[in-house]
């Protein structure tokens, strides 16, 4: 029996031209992954206009102070700021989401009313002082964090202690993060509290996150999105998730995060405040090039069992396919990807899909009926890439069941083969086939 006829190596070859169409495949992935880039420079610029991912505390205090430090030649005062948290810090906010678009690309962004307040606790500041330190109480401010002041649309006047002062912007930060600021003036601050409250319209895109700077922070926020994303370091002790929007409400202590009631000013901090960060973030399920990449990931898998399709029915109906027409019906199929991804950015990726997938169905069951010369064979395997893509369409779209449905839908897969060849004498077949070329 001459090799070239020989089943086994049919098999084995048809194994290579499947592994072979890696290669477009891959090209295929890192379009996506190059579109994708794109996309992400698009939100980069809608961020950039609009207001960028927002991270929000509540006012602290910041005081300066001057420490004496002994040096080898005498003394020297070292200059720093002291920051005091609050002792309570409510949010209660409400977003307004939209799409904003940049050329074909798009991103959500929201427009957030939040309604600050809390009050600071004159126990908190009394207990700095004491040693070669000395606070300068007339020259401290209140500071407000917030990610990205270019979000920021309307702020009104600091109620605090019973008068109104104006922000401006701060010559310093909170840890790591940018600040706008009240100038205030400590000496006499005493009683038990002062309280503080303050209303701001702020625009950011994507997420908007919550930093805990008191010992107790409370926040309700609500929104008209279906689909809100939960994350950073605590959840929601409460939320309410529906078809016209979510609630949710979040209670974090000085207990739950790594710093305490008062520290110095430096940006070693930032990295524990950004940690105990928590908020929301207006999911997209499964955007285009998710699901372009997830459809590309079982590429190689569904050009396999195209093959395999075509193999069985040259075997059952005794016909030969030249390993050329095996390359142009996997090229074919990998060009499935490249129309998906394109059709995707411009109408859906539902709609997209469909059209995609009627065209390769119909280029190669044509061309199956061409070879084979039989309409029955074409229609045979059109059929059997129309039932591969609808598999294929399902494990995409279903971001929770994706594992179970393929693992299934493989294992269906592998007995059909087994039930179709059941009869076939592999050795017999190979056999006839070397004496009919002899």
Known sequence: MAMSQSITFKVFGIGFLALLMLIPLAQVQGLIGERNRLREQAVAGIAQRWGAVQSIGGPVIAVPKRTRVEAGNGWTVHESTEIVLADRFDIAGTLAPEVRRYGMYSTPVYTAELKISGRFLARDVQALGGGETTYLWDRAELRLP??????????????????????????????????????????????????????LT??????LSFLPLARTTEVALSAPWRDPSFDGAFLPAERNVTRDGFNARWQVLDLNRSYGQHWQQDDRRGADIAAAGFGVSLYEPASVYQQNDRAGKYGILFIALTFVAF????????????????????????????????????VGFAKAYLAASVAVVALVGGYAAAVLRAWR???????????????????????????????????????TLMYLTRKVDWYAYGAARALAAG
Not at 148 to 166: M, N, Q, T, W
Not at 320 to 338: E, K, N, W
Not at 400 to 409: K, N, P, R, V
């Open 311 to 346: 193999f069985l029915i040259e075997i059952l109906r005794k016909l030969r396919v030249h390993p050329v027409q095996y390359i142009l019906v996997g090229l074919a199929l990998a060009t499935f990807y490249v129309v998906l991804l394109a059709l995707s950015e411009q």
């Open 377 to 415: 064979a074409g229609i045979v395997l059109g059929s059997t890439l129309v039932v591969v893509y609808a598999l294929l369409y399902g494990l995409v779209v279903s971001e929770q069941y994706s594992l179970l449905m393929g693992s299934i839908a493989l294992l269906a897969v592998v007995a």
């Open 202 to 207: 702020l625009a950011g895109t994507a997420s």
């Open 146 to 199: 917030l990610s990205d002041v270019r979000g920021i649309r309307r702020i009104s006047a600091l109620r605090f202690d019973g008068s109104e002062h104006a922000f401006v912007p701060a010559e310093a930060g909170v840890g790591a993060y940018p600040a706008i600021a009240v100038p205030i003036d400590l000496s006499h601050f005493d009683g038990a509290a002062r309280d503080f409250s303050l209303e």
